[in-house]
């Protein structure tokens, strides 16, 4: 039994069924429309094209438009991964900072208690050396 379909198509055929098919879908009242869709007909320079050529250089500015507005938004995005990344060791920073300033502050509240009751030992240290003799000429 032969097989129902071919299984090796040359060039021939294929253009052939392409050329069949656009006649079978343009047939006599076709309009422009029709004619972008399915492609070139007609000859290779024309107003046509032209307008082919036309619509194809816009949208060829679009691709290159939003190829720049996606590259753009890449690299906002990585500039706001290094702002984010650089605010959060800010933040790290200034929590490190907080608390080496209150620690500071403990430490400078202590050397100014220790210097109070250093000045308040020599103080009365003084005041016994002054005391302690007159009392003693008075006692004799």
Known sequence: MPPKFKRH????DVTGSVKSERRNLLEEDSDEEED???????????PRNDKIRHVQNQVDEVIDVMQENITKVIERGERLDELQDKSE????????FSNRSKQLRRQMWWRGCKMKAIMA?????LLLVIIIPVVLKYRT
Do not use: E, M, R
């Open 9 to 12: 198509l040359n060039d021939d």
């Open 121 to 125: 030992l020599v103080a009365v240290i």
């Open 89 to 96: 060791s800010l933040s790290d920073n200034a929590t490190a």
């Open 36 to 46: 972008f869709f399915l492609g070139p007909t007609g000859p290779k320079f024309g």
